[in-house]
């Protein structure tokens, strides 16, 4: 079955400092991997994708995630946290159907 | 773009009636759109997947006849929560897939969400 982890409930980082948001996949299909940003009581929104190509792709707000096949992750990171960066971070998949199967989720919580 | 509303953002209900949930796609065509559902401090778990014009398809355990979809246009589809009871109390997420390819590479753009109260 497809799958995401995310081994970290909660990442608590400096602002100022680099940030990294674990996630790993399973090994099945296709891996077309996303993340996503849930700030409270508020919906999710989307970051990156990605799909096929470069490894590194970068998206909305500073963010970049790096695709590495030999370690099936998919980490997201910042050079530079922000404390308005706190929130609830989502990894996802789809592959092989229209289903996004999405990890349990990391709090983030940047701090002065 | 790719902007998804929701309508209510926040319902309290008394147990035994029903509720509807609006979600739209409100700069572009969605020909899929998707309902979830979110407990606290936890992930999003699919109910139903919702193409237009025709019916939705439901994930395991959730129940069609409670949970009502329509996807009456390529930027509408409600969800009724029938006969509602408190533990159908949650946030309720819908998103919508823009009409380019109709891959499942396509971006799933999110609404606010809906918090449900059951009284």
């Known amino acids: 079955a497809q799958s995401v982890a995310q081994p970290e409930d909660q990442v608590n980082v400096a602002e100022g400092n680099p940030l990294t948001v674990k996630c790993t996949y399973s090994?099945?299909?296709?891996?077309?991997l996303f993340w996503y940003v849930q700030y409270p009581n508020r919906g999710l929104q989307f970051l990156l994708k990605?799909?096929?190509?470069?490894?590194l792709v970068k998206g909305s707000y500073g963010f970049e995630a790096e695709f590495n096949k030999s370690q099936t992750s998919f980490h997201l990171k910042k050079p530079s946290a922000l404390v308005s960066d706190s929130a609830l971070y989502f990894c996802?998949?789809?592959?092989?159907?229209?289903?996004?199967?999405f990890g349990t989720g990391t709090q983030l919580k940047v701090e002065l | 773009g790719a902007v998804v509303s929701q309508h209510p953002s926040r319902v309290i209900c008394k147990s035994g009636t029903s509720v509807k949930i609006e979600c739209r796609s409100l700069?572009?065509?969605?020909?899929?759109m998707f309902w979830y559902r979110q407990f606290p401090k936890q992930s999003l778990m699919l109910m139903a997947t919702?193409?237009?014009?025709?019916?939705?398809?439901?994930e395991q355990g959730v129940e069609k006849d409670k949970f009502l979809i329509n996807h009456a246009s390529l930027t509408l589809s409600t969800l009724t929560v029938t006969s509602a009871h408190p533990e159908d109390s949650s946030f309720y997420i819908c998103?919508?897939?823009?009409?380019?390819?109709?891959?499942?590479?396509?971006?799933?753009?999110f609404g606010p969400g809906t918090r449900l109260t059951v009284l």
């Open positions: 998103s919508a897939r823009a009409r380019t390819s109709g891959s499942v590479t396509d971006t799933q753009y």
């Open positions: 090994v099945s299909g296709n891996p077309y």
């Open positions: 990605y799909i096929t190509g470069d490894n």
């Open positions: 996802a998949r789809t592959g092989g159907g229209n289903k996004l199967t």
């Open positions: 700069d572009f065509q969605a020909t899929t």
């Open positions: 919702s193409n237009e014009g025709s019916k939705a398809t439901y």
